[in-house]
């Protein structure tokens, strides 16, 4: 049964920083492609950045392309995402997703498996 948890958000300042995990466990983890999405209330969970199984691809949001980094650690079976010059409409539930294939495209619906999310507040 694969499991996705994930923590580090809480409340920031605008212009901070975070780091969100997603520890991941159930099945060989370095197969697999990995995404984290957000989504605030209302609006549907949107692709924020992916990241392939071997880790040589990533992709972002333009929005956030020069303030976040995903990584991953194959051997600790955990998933990153740096987060920097956090703005207010940064603010949302952060998912950590993960799918059947080792490609890692932007679509949610193509990610099987969730976590419970995070919640990042920056303040203004």
């Known amino acids: 049964q694969v499991q996705l948890v994930e923590s580090g958000g809480g409340l920031v300042q605008a212009g901070g920083s975070l780091r969100l995990s997603c520890a991941a466990s159930?099945?060989?983890?370095?197969?697999?492609?990995m995404g984290w999405f957000r989504q605030t209330p209302g609006k549907e969970r949107t692709f924020v950045a992916t990241?392939?199984?071997?880790?040589?691809?990533?992709d972002y949001l333009d929005s956030v392309k020069d303030r976040f980094t995903i990584s991953r650690d194959n051997a600790k079976n955990m998933v990153y995402l740096e987060m920097s010059s956090l703005k207010p409409e940064d603010t949302a539930v952060y998912y950590c997703?993960?799918?059947?294939?080792?490609?890692?495209?932007?679509?949610?619906?193509?990610?099987?498996?969730w976590g419970q999310g995070t919640k990042v507040t920056v303040a203004s």
């Open positions: 997703g993960t799918r059947n294939h080792y490609t890692a495209p932007r679509a949610s619906s193509d990610y099987r498996y």
């Open positions: 159930g099945r060989t983890f370095s197969s697999y492609a």
């Open positions: 990241i392939s199984a071997s880790g040589i691809s990533t």
